[in-house]
């Protein structure tokens, strides 16, 4: 008999222990075998040509082809707004946090427990009786069970104070959602303007570059015509070497715009999630068609942006969970009530009845839990006040940014005024300075000299077109404007970057 119960045990012990005993003995791969395993899956991921997509936008559709080819402004943003890897990657916490949500709700239902038990004893216990009264025995030994037990058991219960709890932290998972949507969208609009800051500034590189080209290009043949003559004694030779040297340096100054060109489209590159390597070019920009003044006042942009920032919302709505969270702390100070109905079976010949019902009502108390619980409600009291200052703090933080942003755009369009004053006398004296060396008037340094000064001039002028148009676009970030989202114009003028936005 003995034996028996012993071999029984050890096979249920085994068959109970075997799925843990075959997970710990899974072979484990090294930190650097793990990487390198990994490392090739990260490159070929970066190297992948996405397909096709489409993007509504303010203007419609936005066909969103792979990256190849010249690529415009618009189609840019809405590439980096589904490509992205940061957006990719909050994208995703957005999702596993409705998970959780799908969780927290489902820890609402009642708890519906199946007991299942067989053992096995190693030998009968038996029982006697005895009189309470006089202490005689009255029955002799006897069994009424058996070695072997077999019982089942199905009881639903129904925990109403962690009822009341469940749903509070149902709704704060709720809320937390509504926190990463808004999160996903401020990085969505923050992106949108990066991207048009970093296309823009590719933008001018690109058009210096251009210019760049030509000047080189009527450089070096210069140079060739200053070799000929220095061989041909035409020139003397310090005169020569000093137009080499000229012509040296201002090919090394030049040759920084494309260096520039090729850092910048990088940078495009990385916003919007494909490889540093990816061959695409840039759509040209009409620099001459800016935006004017504002038209939208300072009260309208200030009302907007307090009533759109994600921000902002996304701390009412953290204002709102550590208020439950105070309401859970107070639950908690108070008895648990459970109702629960219970069926139960036990297969023990001794029993004239083998199932029955059980139904009724627990009632528990932990009454040293009430001092951790008051601490708890202070505690969140705390923190439902600290978001109230934190929401205060990022709404003054809001109007700075935004007030900041609209003395920025008023700047730049000095700017742009000023050097498109500039560029037009550069240009001016570079034509005449062409028709003084072609008539022998000046030397041929001058010439590159003035040409050079005259690409500067137009590069500063395209630059801060560039930052004229990203102020603007600083501006509608600030209100809390979605790179597609209507709303009412703010400046004087429009050109294909405010169409955008209306």
């Known amino acids: 008999?003995?034996?028996?119960?012993?071999?029984?045990?050890?096979?249920?012990?085994?068959?109970?222990?075997?799925?843990?005993?075959?997970?710990?003995?899974?072979?484990?791969?090294?930190?650097?075998?793990?990487?390198?395993?990994?490392?090739g899956k990260d490159i070929q991921f970066s190297k992948a040509n996405e397909k096709e997509i489409i993007v509504k936008s303010g203007n419609g559709t936005v066909s969103v082809p792979q990256i190849s080819g010249a690529i415009t402004l618009d189609e840019a943003i809405?590439?980096?707004?589904?490509?992205?890897?940061?957006?990719?990657?909050?994208?995703?916490?957005?999702?596993?946090?409705?998970?959780?949500?799908?969780?927290?709700?489902?820890?609402?239902?009642?708890?519906?427990?199946?007991?299942?038990?067989?053992?096995?004893?190693?030998?009968?216990?038996?029982?006697?009786?005895?009189?309470?009264?006089?202490?005689?025995?009255?029955?002799?030994?006897?069994?009424?069970?058996?070695?072997?037990?077999?019982?089942?058991?199905?009881?639903?219960?129904?925990?109403?104070?962690?009822?009341?709890?469940?749903?509070?932290?149902?709704?704060?998972?709720?809320?937390?959602?509504?926190?990463?949507?808004?999160?996903?969208?401020?990085?969505?609009?923050?992106?949108?303007?990066?991207?048009?800051?970093?296309?823009?500034?590719?933008?001018?590189?690109?058009?210096?570059?251009?210019?760049?080209?030509?000047?080189?290009?009527?450089?070096?043949?210069?140079?060739?015509?200053?070799?000929?003559?220095?061989?041909?004694g035409h020139i003397p030779k310090i005169d020569g070497l000093q137009s080499s040297i000229d012509i040296a340096e201002l090919l090394i100054r030049l040759t920084r715009y494309s260096d520039e060109y090729k850092a910048s489209k990088t940078e495009l590159a990385r916003l919007l999630g494909v490889a540093p390597t990816t061959p695409f070019e840039l759509v040209d920009i009409d620099f001459a068609s800016l935006p004017g003044q504002l038209i939208m006042s300072g009260e309208d942009m200030d009302r907007e942006a307090m009533l759109s920032r994600p921000e902002l919302f996304e701390l009412d709505i953290e204002e709102q969970i550590t208020s439950k969270d105070t309401e859970i702390a107070i639950m908690r100070m108070f008895p648990a009530l459970t109702p629960f109905v219970r069926y139960q079976h036990d297969a023990n010949k001794y029993l004239t009845r083998h199932d029955w019902f059980v139904s009724g009502l627990k009632l528990s108390w932990d009454m040293l839990s009430i001092p951790e619980s008051y601490a708890d409600q202070q505690t969140a009291a705390a923190r439902e006040r600290l978001v109230r200052k934190r929401r205060m703090n990022m709404a003054m933080a809001v109007l700075t940014q935004l007030r900041l942003a609209v003395i920025e755009y008023e700047n730049y369009m000095r700017q742009v005024e000023q050097a498109l004053e500039l560029e037009k006398l550069r240009k001016d004296l570079a034509v005449e300075v062409h028709q003084q060396v072609e008539t022998g008037r000046l030397k041929e340094s001058t010439l590159l000299n003035a040409d050079q000064l005259y690409i500067v001039a137009h590069h500063a002028r395209l630059t801060a077109a560039a930052r004229l148009l990203t102020a603007r676009q600083r501006i509608l970030n600030s209100m809390g404007r979605d790179w597609d989202a209507g709303g009412k114009k703010i400046v004087s003028t429009a050109n294909d970057l405010e169409v955008a936005l209306q």
């Open 78 to 232: 809405a590439y980096a707004l589904t490509h992205n890897l940061n957006a990719a990657v909050s994208k995703t916490e957005e999702e596993v946090q409705r998970e959780m949500s799908t969780a927290a709700m489902m820890r609402m239902l009642p708890a519906l427990i199946a007991n299942v038990e067989r053992s096995w004893k190693s030998r009968h216990v038996p029982s006697k009786s005895v009189n309470y009264t006089t202490g005689a025995e009255s029955l002799a030994p006897s069994i009424s069970s058996e070695l072997e037990t077999a019982t089942e058991s199905v009881e639903l219960s129904w925990d109403l104070l962690d009822l009341a709890i469940n749903v509070n932290r149902w709704k704060q998972s709720g809320d937390r959602v509504k926190i990463r949507a808004l999160q996903l969208k401020r990085i969505k609009q923050n992106l949108a303007f990066e991207v048009t800051g970093a296309y823009l500034r590719a933008a001018v590189a690109k058009d210096a570059a251009k210019q760049a080209e030509k000047v080189i290009g009527y450089a070096l043949q210069r140079q060739e015509i200053i070799d000929t003559q220095m061989e041909k």
């Open 1 to 39: 008999m003995r034996s028996r119960f012993i071999v029984k045990f050890v096979i249920t012990a085994f068959f109970a222990a075997a799925p843990f005993i075959l997970s710990g003995c899974a072979a484990k791969k090294s930190p650097e075998s793990l990487r390198a395993l990994n490392a």
